[in-house]
């Protein structure tokens, strides 16, 4: 079973700062992507970022030049990097692995963790 637990959300002012971590554990498995996801309450869970294993990058607009996803050196950590944070940024962020396992397809979403940007 393949589990992810995400970590690094808290509080900060606008302007802040925080880094995001998903790590992955359990069974053996292929990965073929990892996105960010996150809700606001009262709002549609949406796409933030998504990293495939080739390393190619894809950003929300709303979040473009501001966040960075990427790869541990253990290849089984993703991070968030978030700068310049907005207020509009608050939500619950979400990590969500797509790959196989065995000769199955794995989808598997950690249980997120809260990011809050205040004034």
């Known amino acids: 079973q393949v589990q992810l637990v995400e970590s690094g959300g808290g509080l900060v002012q606008p302007g802040g700062s925080l880094m995001l971590s998903c790590a992955a554990s359990?069974?053996?498995?292929?990965?073929?992507?990892v996105e960010w996801y996150r809700q606001a309450p009262g709002k549609e869970r949406e796409l933030v970022a998504r990293?495939?294993?080739?390393?190619?990058?894809n950003y929300a607009d709303s979040v473009k030049g501001r966040f960075t996803i990427s790869i541990g050196n253990a290849k089984n950590t993703v991070y968030l990097q978030m700068n310049s944070l907005k207020p509009e940024d608050t939500a619950l962020y979400y990590c969500?692995?797509?790959?196989?396992?065995?000769?199955?397809?794995?989808?598997?979403w950690g249980r997120g963790t809260l990011v809050t940007v205040f004034s």
């Open positions: 359990g069974s053996i498995f292929t990965i073929n992507a």
């Open positions: 990293i495939s294993s080739g390393g190619t990058t």
């Open positions: 969500n692995l797509k790959g196989i396992s065995g000769d199955r397809p794995l989808e598997v």
